[in-house]
């Protein structure tokens, strides 16, 4: 069973025991790089709608600093995962999100990002039709970690969307700073109507 077959598998199961039905699914390919299928679940956990979308693909290959001339397959392995908690329906259309997670997927292979906790990637674009968010602050999701065959591990990248002027807060404070002042102002991060943190 190939890499990108064990990762679905896992990420099947994961959201299966949290009471997803089956997802959709899609592939996009980008110029040079091998497709990347970006799967996307919608329902209710715990009480509150929940959309999610995850990358299927991005593991394929170990993530490599593109000035390593003797990378190693060993290398860091991840998916990305974007996780929204929309409040009325018209927040629940997030047209164009699936685009924005199979491009999060594909930089590493395309731009040479090695993509992990506190990583800021900035897509100069609305993550979504309408989005007020342009960037995400990568981090640690809930869904474990793969071992794989080769000997190394998958793991699975939560992409928070942040606006530009908490990507700039993030260049200067760092990712914890950021995430203190969500706290404060009691913003929740999942919510695609949220306010920004430089607005409270």
Not at 89 to 108: K, M
Not at 119 to 127: E, Q, R, T
Not at 131 to 151: H, K, M, N, R, Y
């Amino acid at each position: 069973m190939s890499t990108v077959d064990r990762v679905r598998e896992h990420l099947l199961e994961y959201q299966a025991q949290r009471g997803f039905d089956a997802p959709v699914s899609a592939s996009l390919t980008f110029l040079g790089v091998e497709p990347v299928e970006v799967m996307r679940w919608a329902g209710v956990v715990e009480g509150v709608p929940t959309i999610v979308f995850a990358s299927v693909g991005c593991s394929r290959h170990a993530m490599t600093d593109p000035s390593d001339f003797a990378p190693s397959d060993d290398g860091p392995r991840a998916e990305v995962l974007l996780e929204l908690t929309p409040r009325t329906p018209d927040q629940a259309e997030l047209r164009g999100a699936h685009r924005t997670v199979a491009l999060l997927a594909a930089s590493p292979a395309v731009e040479g990002l090695v993509l992990g906790p506190d990583a800021l990637v900035d897509l100069s674009a609305p993550l979504w039709e309408g989005a007020p968010f342009t960037a995400v602050l990568l981090a640690e999701s809930d869904v474990p970690d793969l071992s794989i065959p080769a000997g190394s591990q998958v793991c699975f990248l939560r992409a928070v969307p942040i606006t530009a002027n908490e990507a700039a807060w993030v260049r200067l404070k760092g990712a914890d700073a950021l995430r203190e002042a969500w706290a404060e102002a009691s913003i929740d991060p999942a919510d695609p109507a949220r306010a920004a943190a430089n607005q409270v």
